[in-house]
């Protein structure tokens, strides 16, 4: 029951729940009467659909309905509405579903679904990204200009497989190239990554005889679902109740809208509760993945270090469709400088549908696509012009007050300290000590990369949180943030403490069972690392306003200004004499005089927060788009085997300027899981498929993400505290950013142990061995005569 928590480590407020397992989540929620959907899913990555036969199947025991897109004829989406319920009239991706089966149980439904029989007119796919926008390429979408799309946020080109045309413009380019004295010019590429949360997407939807609808869902963003899904369905609003209890893991894949509206439209239709559970194999194929990249760059530098001008071409990979994937291309492309001054810059950036499996958000939100080629360019320049890595970064890193950001936004003062965390970086991992290799022939190497973050948002993206004061001076907080392990409801436990001076365990907040659309107040999404900042600034606006209600009454009370009132320690006292005080509960529920008159009222606290002088990009991608940035790094330790190609990371060092630290447990937990997260698509993780677009490793033992077996033996975190002048406490998001820098970081540290390049990823052991063979083949040689030199050794 410890008071003034704020920077100290506090557990999560629900980990009892957690490790005890009677947390409930979506899939623990069942209903009287409910039935079970199994999906039939496509063969083909692009077909036309010439019948579905569901005759065998609807006489299947224990089925109530089978349904395909006909029944369903919608489209869906966030910015775009580019996706069906159902696939209608053709397939884009191999594991479209085609149609629905319904049956009174999972294993029901599933064996009548191996009856559905479609028959399908094969047609050309197009899986290359860079195929896909050539001239004559088959068209994924047809009828894209029919699609409705967030107009002045996105520019779809209709007739092509564009999904979204983003540009940047700052200076020009081919003058920066012209005064450069050093080019570097490189082709990057990433693949589609699954999510991997430990909790499939699931949803359980019931259309109730009063024609209400209420849902039950593993989402991030209860107020988007709902609004999307209403949009979409033509449902009044207020007629559809979204609940989200806490979600298994969500990284973007739950952020958007998901599978709520095909099992409404079931619900509907049938007028029971149905529930629809992805299995694993279709959750890494029928379910959105993060997009691919292919990045065309072009970096000039003076002979003095200086960025001059920076070419870039964003070629993202969104699939089959593209609804959230729209704004990660705007995103890659307007924050493509990165942390630096570039006085040059011209970017494009692509969303760009193919017949691979769909696409959305993904921690980090297109600041993984763009740093990657961005910091390993800083370093490559640097090795040409005779620099060391952290000196071109200290020549070129943005300076507060001074420096203005591509899009034309000034980095004021309280944005943080980019220098600070580039110095935290080099003295944490001892970047100028040479280590020795635990073999002759492994190397050891260590390398750093940088990065800044902001939300990536509309202008008009709010948040509210009401504050309520129980009988016995305890405090309910209520949002609308979603919880899937992130640590806001912790954090905003902490802020209410501190605000009124009570230990955090005085402290209820209600995400703990999840957020219901009907009773939480309103937030736009929990993405983007924002929910602190702007859940933060509206809780803080409802504990003012719950504290001018309780001094009102003291005022009368205690017969003194209300401006003498303080609230602190969970007593309530007049600031010029302390000595007469009382407590919270005793204004909780209004406050009673001895005769029993009462003034005043239950002290309910409401604030809101939006957004101050936000604006779209023009068509330069200039603008005020976003509330903060937080400036990090990650620099490793890693250790290449010559013979095999295996990168082992031995230690990491992440450093960030979260402008104030809250709950230090939740950083140190952020910084460690998500340097682990960005270590599986660095190392480890690429959604295969095949010449037909068959996912070839549909699973968690063919998709490797890192084992307990492959961790860092150290991972350090040090946390900067530049105060964010407008956030709740000074605080800042760092949840997406500590993946972000990780796989460039492991790149340079190869290439400056090696110089060795590697531009794409996962730097598998194969890949690696493959680029030194072909570059550094005398490496490789050196290495085998140590290793038979050992071996001799040891025999004798």
Do not use: C
């Not at 705007?330 to 006085?343: F, L, Q």
């Not at 009988?471 to 392990?485: A, F, H, L, N």
């Not at 007049?574 to 919270?584: F, M, Q, S, V």
């Not at 002290?603 to 509330?627: C, M, Q, W």
């Amino acid at each position: 029951m410890e008071e003034n928590v704020v920077g100290k480590r506090v557990p999560q407020v629900d980990s009892w729940l957690k490790v005890t397992g009677t947390l409930r989540y979506s899939f623990d929620i069942e209903l009287p009467g409910q039935l079970y959907v199994a999906l039939v899913t496509s063969r083909y990555a692009h077909a036309r659909i010439r019948s579905v036969d569901t005759s065998d199947a609807i006489k299947s025991p224990g089925i109530v309905g089978v349904f395909t897109g006909k029944d369903f004829p919608f489209r869906i989406g966030l910015y775009i509405a580019d996706r069906d319920l159902l696939a209608t009239n053709k397939v884009r991706w191999v594991g479209h579903p085609v149609a629905a089966v319904v049956g009174t149980s999972m294993a029901a439904a599933e064996e009548a679904a191996e009856k559905v029989s479609v028959d399908y007119e094969p047609l050309e796919p197009v899986l290359d990204v860079e195929k896909a926008i050539e001239k004559g390429a088959p068209l994924v979408h047809e009828d894209m200009a029919s699609y409705n799309y967030y107009k002045g946020f996105i520019n779809p080109v209709p007739g092509t497989n564009i999904a979204n045309d983003f540009r940047l413009v700052k200076g020009d380019v081919s003058s920066g190239f012209a005064e450069s004295n050093v080019i570097v010019e490189e082709t990057f590429k990433i693949p589609q990554i699954n999510h991997a949360p430990m909790e499939v997407q699931n949803v359980l939807a019931y259309w109730r005889p009063d024609d209400y609808v209420e849902v039950w869902t593993s989402a991030q963003s209860p107020f988007a679902t709902r609004y999307l899904t209403a949009a979409s369905l033509n449902i009044p609003v207020n007629r559809l109740i979204v609940h989200v209890p806490p979600a298994g893991g969500g990284f973007g894949l739950k952020a958007g809208i998901g599978w709520e509206p095909l099992a409404i439209m079931i619900s509907k239709s049938l007028r029971r509760p149905v529930k629809l559970v992805l299995s694993r194999s279709e959750q890494m194929t029928s379910a959105p993945s993060r997009d691919g990249l292919v990045a065309n760059v072009k970096a000039g530098f003076s002979k003095d270090g200086r960025f001059k001008a920076y070419e870039a071409t964003f070629m993202m990979d969104a699939g089959a469709y593209a609804d959230y994937t729209v704004n990660v291309a705007r995103t890659t492309g307007y924050s493509a400088d990165g942390a630096y001054d570039i006085e040059n810059i011209s970017v494009k950036s692509l969303a760009i549908y193919t017949n691979k499996i769909p696409t959305t958000a993904m921690r980090g939100f297109g600041h993984p696509e763009n740093h990657w080629p961005l910091e390993q360019v800083m370093d490559r320049a640097a090795d040409m012009l005779g620099l060391d890595p952290v000196k071109i970064r200290e020549i070129n890193l943005h300076v507060p007050g001074k420096s203005v950001r591509g899009t034309g936004e000034p980095v004021r003062e309280y944005d943080g300290n980019p220098r600070g965390v580039l110095e935290a970086l080099v003295k944490g991992i001892g970047y100028w000590e040479v280590e020795k290799p635990s073999e002759p022939w492994k190397v050891r190497a260590k390398g750093l990369a940088m990065l800044v973050k902001a939300p990536s948002q509309p202008p008009n993206a709010g948040a509210s949180a009401i504050v309520k004061i129980d009988e016995d001076g305890t405090i309910d907080v209520i949002t609308g943030t979603g919880s899937m392990g992130q640590g806001t409801p912790t954090s905003l436990a902490i802020i209410a403490a501190e605000a009124f001076g009570v230990p955090v365990e005085k402290v209820k907040v209600n995400q703990l069972e999840g957020v219901s659309t009907d009773q939480n107040p309103y937030t736009w999404q929990t993405v983007g690392s924002r929910g602190l900042y702007s859940d933060g600034i509206a809780l803080l606006r409802a504990i003012e306003d719950a504290k001018n209600q309780i001094r009102e009454m003291a005022s009368a009370v205690f017969r003194v200004p209300k401006d003498d009132i303080e609230i602190r320690g969970g007593q309530v006292y007049p600031r010029t004499h302390p000595e007469h005080r009382l407590g919270l509960k005793d204004f909780a529920m209004g406050y009673t005089y001895p005769n029993g008159n009462t003034i005043g009222g239950p002290v309910i606290g409401r604030g809101s927060y939006a957004p101050v002088l936000n604006t779209f990009l023009d068509e330069k991608g200039h603008g005020h788009n976003t509330v903060f940035h937080t400036y990090g790094g990650t620099a490793v330790e890693v250790e290449i085997d010559l013979l095999t190609g295996e990168v082992r990371v031995i230690k990491v060092v992440q450093a960030f300027d979260v402008g104030r630290v809250i709950n230090l447990l939740t950083l140190e937990g952020q910084a460690f899981g998500g340097f682990i997260m960005g270590m599986g698509s660095a190392l480890y993780e690429e959604i295969k498929f095949d010449k037909q677009g068959w996912v070839l490793n549909p699973n968690l033992t063919h998709y490797y993400v890192p084992r307990i077996t492959d961790l860092p033996d150290e991972i350090d975190a040090v946390f900067l505290e530049t105060p964010q002048m407008d956030g709740p406490l000074g605080a800042r998001g760092i949840g997406e950013h500590v993946m972000i820098a990780v796989a460039p970081a492991i790149s340079n540290a190869i290439y400056r142990g090696l110089k060795v390049k590697l531009n794409e990823i996962p730097m598998n052991a194969e890949r690696v061995w493959k680029a030194i063979k072909e570059q550094r083949p005398e490496l490789i040689s050196s290495a085998f005569e140590q290793a038979l030199s050992r071996a001799e050794e040891i025999h004798v």
